[in-house]
């Protein structure tokens, strides 16, 4: 069992930085997927980035080159830089943990928005 608390969320004007953190409980926290979704008002959650085990990270499009993922497994821990933000950045982020199977968690979400 994992549990996941999300941290970090708050109001940013545009083209402002934030950074949110996801700090997970219980053990083997080096061992899963970690990832980093998004929910905006009135459209489905989607992924914004993942990091593997090993420390491989993938993005959707329309963050690359402005969002940065990372974890840190001695502090069970991982985080994301927002840099550049958008309007369009606003929603709910959600942290995730994913080891396949039924090990897959959720965090409660921090909300992030951006708005002048």
């Known amino acids: 069992q994992v549990q996941l608390v999300e941290s970090g969320g708050g109001l940013v004007q545009p083209g402002g930085s934030l950074r949110l953190s996801c700090a997970a409980s219980g053990s083997d926290f080096r061992m899963y997927l970690m990832g980093w979704y998004r929910q905006a008002p009135g459209k489905q959650r989607e992924l914004v980035a993942q990091?593997?085990?090993?420390?491989?990270?993938n993005y959707v499009h329309s963050v690359q080159g402005r969002f940065t993922i990372s974890r840190d497994n001695a502090k069970n821990t991982l985080y994301i830089q927002m840099n550049s933000l958008k309007p369009e950045d606003t929603a709910v982020y959600y942290c995730n943990a994913n080891r396949g199977g039924r090990e897959n968690y959720w965090g409660k979400g921090t909300l992030v928005t951006v708005s002048s």
């Open positions: 990091i593997t085990s090993g420390g491989t990270t």
